[in-house]
């Protein structure tokens, strides 16, 4: 085999679509109490805003519920454009590894990095535990640069990332660090 081709999943993650739509719920709700108190009318079936005073209450509710809604806006968009998502292309063949990741509209909207396989010093892996676990593939070149080839957001298993680690120093033929 002369190919290898990573998928990389961007944000277009269960965990991302669960966030998006409880931000909005509760955001929705929120916004729905402090607009009720300004009017004076029940725009809440199921909850009674008649005691929310709009004077302090009702606008802090207001401002809670319009951000609420403007982060889910901001989470359906990564989603929308999958932010993060990608490839990683190794092909022996050529002698030639590309790095594909998708970004925000601009100028830095798509990212091409490639890099020939002469550059390419190891792979190296960082695991580091505790409240923010770190578990990271990196392609590191003859310049010292490391290139991070990993997906961002939930940390794989230790024996998986173990493994991915291996596989990839072997299909390339570059020593493995940090094992």
């Known amino acids: 085999m002369d190919t290898r081709y990573d998928l990389i999943l961007g944000s277009r993650r269960t965990s991302n679509y669960l966030w998006m739509i409880m931000t909005f719920i509760g955001g929705s709700g929120f916004f729905l109490a402090g607009l009720s108190s300004y009017l004076g009318s029940q725009l809440l079936p199921f909850a009674d805003t008649k005691e929310i005073v709009f004077i302090p209450q009702g606008i802090v509710m207001t401002f809670y519920g319009t951000t609420g809604i403007l982060l889910s806006a901001f989470l359906g968009a990564t989603i929308y454009l999958n932010v993060g998502g990608g490839y990683n292309l190794y092909d022996k063949k050529n002698k030639k590894i590309e790095i594909f990741r998708l970004g925000f509209p ?16 190891s792979v190296k892996l960082i695991i580091s535990e505790g409240i923010n676990p770190k578990r990271e593939i990196y392609l590191r070149t003859k310049d010292q640069r490391e290139v991070p080839i990993t997906r961002v957001g939930e940390p794989l298993l230790l024996s998986q990332i173990e493994e991915e680690a291996v596989e990839l120093a072997s299909f390339l033929e570059v020593p493995l660090e940090g094992l």
Do not use: N
């Open 106 to 121: 601009g100028k830095k909207k798509e990212i091409c990095l490639s890099y020939s396989m002469k550059e390419i010093k």
